[in-house]
């Protein structure tokens, strides 16, 4: 398909695929988007494929009648957009990867590429084509060190890789629904760029000058109304918290479950919006896009073996990796007859800048006082939500 005059999409989508990184569902499968540019001297790839696709992207190369390459330009490191680099220089003796020297020395690692097969680009710097130009712009830590995007001058177009991308299988190039596409884009910024809100406002900051026409991402349909997710992005990397406390827990015999149900419905009742997952059938991106907003963070677990239970600590593990904006995070849970299950929680959130609300932790099924002291809890985040001024 044709973005612009002479600017094609050349990559792959993967309707089927549903895990990415062993770890992240994909409910909507995904696209690896590959761009061609034939300039009226130079022919550019920006971007290849997964290496599974390789074919595909290999016959769509065909099909648009590239006889000779000149440039790969390669965004990103990482395989699902690299993988097919070694295949496609195979095919084309005289094309040379295009990058940034830190992303050179990382396909050099990863996939074996010669040396000799690259020429290295500084942040700024300008690629003609004849009647195209490319400018190369770095924008790190998006997800990896070593990211930039491509600036096409004459056709406006932005192309990020994975920054402001989507795993969204679509037959449509271009943002059909954006409903959808907030939700899939969404998704994805929580499960991989949510770590890096600094470098992605500095990212942001650098491109806002861009008259940008398209934004044409390495995942998922492109858009052509780029402030929809630049926008977005703002609202997501940004500061600011809503007044959502996610409650994410486990529960064996019920003590815990108790527990969760009273408390949901004790912050309920003071107007906080909550967001509530049972871990051991949880939807790990979906737990991701409500740690995006939430002031607060809670998790319940039961004590297993003197510590928390397993699912409450990959919980705790996650949501350390993610680094949230979150404020706020408290540990609620029950034991049997002893344990450290709060402690051994608490120790794994340490990378979160949050204060450490006090537990409540009970023996045995919640009595009385114990769902007293869950409504105290709620009133303790509400008080906490309002001194931040996160509602009034
Ligand atoms: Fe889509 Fe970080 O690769």
């Known amino acids: 398909m044709e973005l612009k005059k002479n600017v094609y999409s050349a990559g792959a989508i993967d309707w089927d695929r549903r895990l990415f ?54 965004h990103h490191a990482e395989q699902d957009h690299s993988g097919s680099i070694p295949d496609v220089l195979l095919l084309y003796p005289d094309a040379k990867v295009v990058t940034n020297p830190k992303c ?86 929580a499960e991989i760029m949510m770590p890096f809100r600094k470098p992605i406002t500095n990212n942001l900051a650098k491109i806002a000058d861009l008259a940008i026409d398209i934004i044409a991402t390495s995942h998922g349909p492109i858009y052509d109304r780029p402030e929809f997710i630049i926008d977005a992005y703002k609202d997501w990397a940004g500061d600011e918290v809503k007044n959502e406390v996610v409650v994410a827990y486990v529960s064996m015999h019920d003590s815990t479950r108790r527990m969760v149900e009273h408390f949901v ?23 991701a896009i409500a740690l995006v907003d939430a002031a607060t963070v809670v998790i319940g677990s039961p004590t297993v073996l003197v510590g928390a239970h397993p699912a409450a600590a990959y919980a705790a593990i996650l949501t350390n990796a993610l680094r949230p904006k ?53 009133d303790k985040i509400l008080t906490k939500h309002k001194e931040a001024g996160i509602v009034d």
């Open 21 to 74: 990184d062993e770890l992240i569902p994909l409910p909507d499968g995904t696209s690896y988007n590959a761009y061609l540019i034939k300039g009226s001297e130079k022919t550019v790839l920006l971007d290849t494929v997964d290496p599974t696709k390789t074919e595909v992207l290999v016959d769509h190369l065909a099909r648009l009648g590239v006889d000779k390459l000149d440039y790969i330009v390669s």
């Open 326 to 378: 979150a404020r706020f995070a408290g540990i609620i849970g029950s034991y049997g007859w002893g344990g450290k299950m709060p402690d051994q929680l608490t120790g794994m959130l340490s990378n979160l800048k949050v204060e450490l609300l006090d537990p409540v932790v009970v023996k045995g099924l919640p009595k009385d006082e114990d769902y007293i002291a869950l409504e105290d809890l709620a």
């Open 104 to 189: 050179k020395n990382m396909l050099i690692d990863l996939l074996q590429v010669d040396e000799d097969r690259f020429i290295t680009v500084a942040d700024g710097e300008r690629l003609s084509l004849g009647d195209k130009t490319l400018q190369f712009i770095y924008t790190p830590w998006v997800h990896w060190p070593e990211t930039m995007s491509t600036w096409l001058l004459e056709d406006k177009i932005l192309f990020t890789c994975d920054f402001f991308g989507s795993h969204l299988a679509s037959s449509s190039l271009f943002v059909t629904d954006e409903g959808q596409a907030y939700e899939a884009a969404k998704r994805y910024y």
């Open 265 to 287: 419905e004790a912050l309920s009742e003071r107007n906080i919006v909550v967001r509530q997952f049972n871990l051991p059938n949880v939807d790990i991106g979906k737990l």
